[in-house]
């Protein structure tokens, strides 16, 4: 598969060809595989991936932002026909040149009333503050209004068939007092996990006394702990505080 994004600035233009598999950083700095001479763009302002039959952009924590199609966003997918706003610089993804693949796979698969509810739900993260007002809100907490939106993402994320799925890291951040809440249920855990031997010891070991009972309550607490880290954090795709939250259900409904 075969893609062409067109660059813009000023009066130049510039081609880059991308096949499947490759990976393209744009921005001002000598490193990027794409420079443009824009200073309103960032040393290293995004990242375009074509991997399988999708071509993602993500921005690269940009000072001035990407804009897909006069929203900003943090990470999509594109498709052909849209464009990109890196400062003063114009990024469009062609559909002359591209192959039969690519057009087959890069079309937009709805009507441009849905690419365009697509385009609003890009991400949960710090770009689309950046589209709506707060209106006073306590940063971090969330109206019916975003819940709902959040579902609308869902279900268009499912009719198009979207393969960006968002992290369990990108949705603790979108739900900031949530994951503040699941962290302190870890922490509440670990806590109850230590505190643990102290009782079992008077069931298991009442007559130890001294150095002996130190020593079997410190032995409790290093295996009991270990554990709880092994199977909370390393085996278990979710905390238990991100269990209680609903963090996980979240994840799942994507």
């Not at 000598?30 to 960032?42: A, F, L, P, Q, V």
């Not at 943090?74 to 192959?99: I, N, P």
């Not at 697509?118 to 589209?131: S, V, W």
């Not at 992290?167 to 949530?178: G, H, N, Q, V």
Request: charged share 30%.
């Amino acid at each position: 598969m075969k893609v062409i994004l067109k660059l813009r600035y000023q009066n130049k233009v510039q081609e880059q060809v991308l096949k499947r598999g490759a990976t393209l950083i744009l921005g001002r700095s000598s490193k990027c595989d794409w420079r443009t001479d824009d200073e309103k763009i960032s040393s290293r302002h995004c990242r375009f991936n074509l991997k399988n039959d999708t071509l993602e952009i993500l921005d690269l924590d940009s000072k001035n932002g990407t804009y897909l199609n006069g929203i900003r966003i943090e990470q999509s997918e594109l498709f052909l026909g849209d464009e990109l706003k890196l400062g003063d610089t114009l990024v469009t993804l062609e559909e002359k040149g591209a192959d039969r693949e690519a057009f087959e796979a890069l079309t937009f698969p709805g009507p441009m009333k849905d690419r365009l509810a697509y385009e609003l739900k890009a991400d949960f993260t710090g770009a689309r503050g950046q589209n709506q007002k707060s209106g006073g809100r306590r940063r971090g907490s969330a109206t019916k209004e975003e819940d709902d939106t959040r579902k609308l993402e869902i279900e268009l994320r499912k009719k198009i068939k979207s393969k960006i799925k968002l992290s369990k890291e990108e949705i603790r951040a979108r739900y900031r007092m949530t994951a503040i809440l699941a962290s302190l249920v870890d922490v509440a855990s670990l806590l109850g996990v230590l505190a643990a031997p102290l009782f079992l010891i008077n069931f298991f070991a009442p007559a130890a006394k001294g150095e002996e009972r130190l020593t079997i309550i410190l032995t409790l607490e290093g295996l009991f702990m270990a554990t709880f880290i092994l199977g909370n954090f390393k085996l278990s795709k979710f905390t238990l505080g991100e269990k209680i939250t609903g963090i996980s259900k979240i994840c799942s409904q994507q």
